[in-house]
């Protein structure tokens, strides 16, 4: 049973969504038969990559709000990531369009590496406040994961993957995902945002059933 998850790499909810969909799937008695599948979204394609800004000085400018409110809403995100085991350094976390790195993850998909690629793009933003937006982070991120250098840089150089990006892109707004997360679970079940890992188990249960009398 295919369970499809549009993300953004750049969204906080997205890597906490990941970790609790992954505690519910690790409780899922036929989690092997579960075919997971990355899709791209950007909550801002118009972002222009700053390394020299970091997210709470972006939010504040694109927010009308000041840094220390930024600050303060960034808090609240990182302690729930620390529930779930993750640790967010927003200070650190560098203003990137995420377009490059969706194409990184669509190439990563095609030889059994998406969620690999998710996972390490996820770390490298939010934890290590890496530019997720820069060839040579990208190239390093991608060949740490298993994917050929040579293959990368080749990608990373034209346009390669580009329509599969701007397909989940289009597809999402088909499916009725206005943001990220978004779980959509044999094509017929939805499930919005980080939810609790009970949520996702329910919902995988419920989608199984009838995968199960249908076919």
């Known amino acids: 049973m295919d369970v499809e998850i549009w993300s953004d790499v750049m969204c906080p909810f997205c890597y906490i969504g990941k970790r609790k969909f992954e505690q519910a799937l690790s409780q899922f008695p036929h989690n092997e038969q579960i075919n997971v599948v990355w899709k ?37 995100v990182t302690a729930m990531a620390q529930e779930v085991g993750l640790a967010y ?11 490059d790195a969706h194409r990184l993850i669509q ?20 934890t290590e406040g890496r530019n997720t937006a820069d060839h040579a982070t990208l190239l390093e ?19 390669a993957f580009a329509d599969d990006v701007n397909r989940d ?8 995902a206005r943001g ?14 980080a939810q609790a890992p009970e949520t996702f188990l329910g919902a995988l249960n419920t989608a199984w059933a009838e995968t199960v009398t249908t076919s």
Do not use: C, H
């Open 40 to 76: 791209s979204f950007q909550l801002n394609p118009a972002m222009k990559t700053d390394p020299g800004k970091n997210i709470n000085e972006y939010l504040a400018e694109v927010k009308g709000w000041s840094v220390e409110q930024a600050r303060q809403m960034n808090d609240r």
């Open 89 to 99: 350094d927003f200070d650190r976390a560098i203003v990137a369009n995420s377009f």
């Open 107 to 126: 190439l990563a998909k095609t030889k059994g590496l998406g969620d690999a690629a998710e996972e390490r793009l996820f770390r490298a933003y939010f």
């Open 141 to 159: 991120l991608g060949t740490a994961i298993g994917l050929d250098a040579t293959e990368v840089q080749t990608v990373l150089a034209g346009d």
């Open 169 to 176: 892109i289009y597809e999402a707004q088909q499916v009725g």
């Open 180 to 193: 990220v997360p978004f779980f959509v679970l044999n094509r017929r079940y939805a499930v919005s945002g």
